[in-house]
């Protein structure tokens, strides 16, 4: 079974951890939040058909629920309900061995990766208080120029702590260029943030990056690396040889569900 590291016992951990209460249900996690005008119900890519969600809903008796739905892992297409957005996630099949792995790539990024090689780009797993720094700044500065909101340093730094989360660190010349951070269930990867320093880009540090972050999952024994949700006209991540396919996010509730989701942090 494919298992995303959101439905994973660490992960189940660091909901708890944020003031949710951890509802299993088959092989589901769902995470549950009380709070003052209702009851917030989270399922992230749930590992069980719809008839098993529904009756694990009906029990809990939420106000409102936000639902990630990707049939790879649940084996089904949920019925639409509330607000639907249909997605498009990509993710790299691992099981092939690292030259097929590397012909699997598009010349282009074959071509960007050497050239992070020539021009002295390094990869490393940061474990050091120093490498959180790296990618915390990097992440804030880029969160800032592009006008979103980043997560709080403490979730951040919670999940660099946790044994489902690898940081991986792309330097030039011993100066961070690009970060990422990456979840792992013992048969996915997943991308979780990340974000690469402007000053860098010729040196194409994203792509050497994600290159690395691939082999390193492959050697960890994980079967997909999943490169999150993009626009179905992607052209950076089918790159790597990623593999389209469809997911559903799904929001529904009472009428005081848009607050609801106003008041609740969601940790993703």
């Known amino acids: ?30 995470y549950v939040k009380d709070i003052l005008v209702g009851r917030f ?10 008839a098993t969600i529904d009756e694990a809903l009906e029990e809990i008796g939420p106000s409102f629920v936000q639902l990630l739905n990707d049939p790879q892992y649940s084996g089904h297409v949920f019925t639409p309900r509330g607000r639907e957005h249909r997605k498009t996630s990509f993710k790299v099949a691992l099981d092939r061995s690292v030259t097929q792995l590397w012909e699997n790539l598009k010349k282009q990024n074959r071509n960007a990766i050497r050239q992070a090689e020539r021009k002295g780009c390094e990869f490393r797993v940061g474990t050091l208080a120093d490498d959180f720094e790296q990618f915390y700044d990097i992440y804030h500065k880029v969160a800032e120029s592009k006008g979103f909101v980043p997560l709080s340093r403490r979730i951040i ?10 940081t991986c660190i792309v330097s030039v010349h011993d ?7 990456v979840l792992h269930s013992d048969s996915v990867a997943r991308f979780w943030y990340g974000a690469g320093s402007p000053q860098f ?6 792509n050497f990056l994600h290159w690395n972050i691939m082999l390193a999952a492959k050697s960890r024994g994980c079967l997909y690396y999943d490169l999150d949700v993009a626009s179905p006209e992607s052209i950076f991540k089918p790159s790597f040889g990623a593999q389209s396919y469809p997911q559903q996010s799904m929001v529904w509730g009472s009428a005081t569900g848009r607050l609801i989701k106003r008041l609740t942090s969601i940790l993703r």
Do not use: C
Request: proline content about 10%; cysteine-free.
């Open 1 to 30: 079974m494919l298992r995303d590291p959101y439905q994973t016992d660490e992960w189940a951990k660091l909901k708890g951890e944020h003031g949710y209460r951890t509802f299993r249900s088959g092989n589901t996690y769902i």
């Open 41 to 50: 119900v989270d399922i992230q890519y749930p590992n069980d058909p719809q």
């Open 157 to 166: 730094h919670r999940v660099f702590r946790s044994p489902l989360s690898k």
């Open 175 to 181: 100066k961070p260029a690009s970060v990422a951070m």
């Open 201 to 206: 880009y010729e040196f194409r540090p994203s």
